[in-house]
């Protein structure tokens, strides 16, 4: 497609549980973000991958936070031992950006809603 | 550290009148600034950037944002807004060397007949 493609849309665990939300970015992208939106709260920043780089992890807030991005392309965020703080709206960006300057757009997916119950 | 202000939290605007929405950056460099829009159950959809040049810019949807220095500011505006511009708006800031945005928390707009 021509756009940043999130799955699943929705996603209701229990705590508890580990989840995987999966982001795949603009063809030729080389700039992979991931924020959460908490109810009220704005964006925050998770984490940033760039080309082959090693990922910028300054944002995830806690050790069952992590990510990968294989091949340059997708990329997976995964939760593990899920809290009902972790409910929340994780959105994916990508740009073009070669990462000496945050002067290119970012372009959104639709995101995940997650429910931890 | 880079921040962004958006002061005000929740606007409503009558349908037909015109919208302005504040947003305050802080920091001394020169910025690369965003506007966003977010429907409900929808991403971020850019509606305009500022890099250098001309400090009005124009937009998606008849939105224009006037990058003023002096008072680090990037306000968007619209002469007339319609229903269907009931969503929330980002501001982000952006800066050489920097890769990431810094976005604001948000203002939620709504439109009343």
């Known amino acids: 497609g021509a756009g940043v493609s999130q799955s699943p849309s929705n996603k209701v665990t229990e705590k508890g549980k580990d989840v995987e939300l999966r982001c795949d970015p603009i063809?030729?992208?080389?700039?992979l973000y991931w924020y959460r939106q908490s109810l009220g709260q704005g964006l925050e920043f998770l984490i940033y991958f760039q080309g082959n780089s090693a990922p910028d992890k300054s944002g995830l807030p806690s050790d069952r936070f992590s990510a990968e991005r294989t091949g340059g392309s997708v990329s997976t965020l995964t939760i593990q031992r899920t809290q009902q703080e972790d409910s929340a709206v994780y959105l994916c960006?990508?740009?073009?950006?070669?990462?000496?300057?945050?002067?290119?757009?970012?372009?959104f997916g639709d995101g995940t809603r997650l429910s931890i119950l | 550290a880079q921040s962004v202000t958006q002061p005000d939290i929740h606007i409503t605007v009558s349908e037909g009148a015109s919208l302005e929405l504040r947003c305050n950056y802080s920091y001394g460099a020169t910025p690369y600034l965003f506007w966003y829009v977010q429907s409900p159950g929808q991403g971020l959809q850019l509606l305009l950037k500022?890099?250098?040049?001309?400090?009005l810019v124009q937009g998606i949807k008849g939105f224009e944002a006037e990058f003023k220095r002096s008072q680090s500011s990037f306000n968007l505006r619209k002469p007339s807004v319609h229903w269907s511009d009931a969503a929330e708006y980002f501001c982000?800031?952006?800066?050489?060397?920097?890769?990431?945005?810094?976005f604001g928390k948000g203002t939620m707009l709504l439109v009343s007949p």
């Open positions: 063809s030729g992208h080389t700039a």
């Open positions: 500022y890099f250098s040049g001309d400090t």
């Open positions: 982000a800031v952006g800066y050489s060397g920097y890769s990431t945005l810094t």
């Open positions: 960006a990508s740009s073009a950006s070669t990462g000496f300057s945050s002067n290119q757009p970012q372009h």
